[in-house]
Each structure stands twice: as C-alpha cells, then as structure tokens.
C-alpha cells in the first residue's frame, strides 16, 4: 500500500514537498516513484528512483525543479518541488514496481500505485 500526502494549493514559485509512506512491500527492494495527471490528459511520469537511490530519472519537464528521493529506513519516498509552475498542478500519485526499467517507468507501465494527492499551483 502506498500514502502519498503533502499537496496543497501554493503560488508560483513556492515550493512542496510530497511524502509517500509505503506498507506492504520489502520497500528496499523495490523501485519508487511518482506521477501526475491533469483531469481529461493522460497520466504523466514525473520521476523515479531507484532501490538503492542512487539512480533517479525525471521528465524533461521537472528536470532542474523537482528532487526525488527516499529513505529506506522509514520506507518512505519524497518529491521536492521547487520553482513551481501553473502548469505543475495535478494530482500526483506515487508508484512502485518490484524492477526497474526506465522504458516501463516513463510509459506507466507500473504494478503499484497509491491514492493521489493534489497539488495546485496559482499564477
């Protein structure tokens, strides 16, 4: 089971940061990450991060803004977002997935997925 939290509504500019709390799963074995979708557009990838943490992945679009990252001890994984945009607002879901290929990764090909949370930010 995964428990993303930490969206809200902020203004151009703020930053946030989303917290996900896995349960379930040997969360140091697995690969996490996160994605967003806009009502009425496909879901999109966001980023990922490996096992390990020492590989990471974003979307063009966040690359140079958003920081993923985890901690394996409290089985929990991050989204910082920085520098944010209108066009950033959606609902954020985290993922996870037992191997990790960037091709499944970007294309949401995942078999985990967690309740979302909304982030909404103002011009």
């Known amino acids: 089971q995964l428990q993303a939290s930490g969206g809200g509504l902020v203004q151009a500019g703020d930053s946030l940061r989303l917290s996900c709390a896995a349960s379930g799963l040997t969360f140091n074995t697995y690969t996490m990450g996160w994605f967003r979708q806009v009502p009425g557009k496909e879901r999109e990838f966001v980023a990922v991060?490996?096992?390990?943490?020492?590989?990471?992945d974003y979307a063009d679009s966040v690359k140079g803004r958003f920081s993923v990252s985890r901690d394996n001890a409290k089985n929990m994984v991050y989204l910082q977002m920085n520098s944010l945009k209108p066009e950033d607002t959606a609902v954020y879901y985290c993922a996870a997935d037992a191997i990790y290929n960037s091709y499944n990764w970007q294309k949401g090909f995942i078999n985990i997925w967690g309740q979302g949370t909304q982030v909404t930010v103002s011009s």
């Open positions: 991060v490996a096992w390990s943490g020492g590989i990471t």
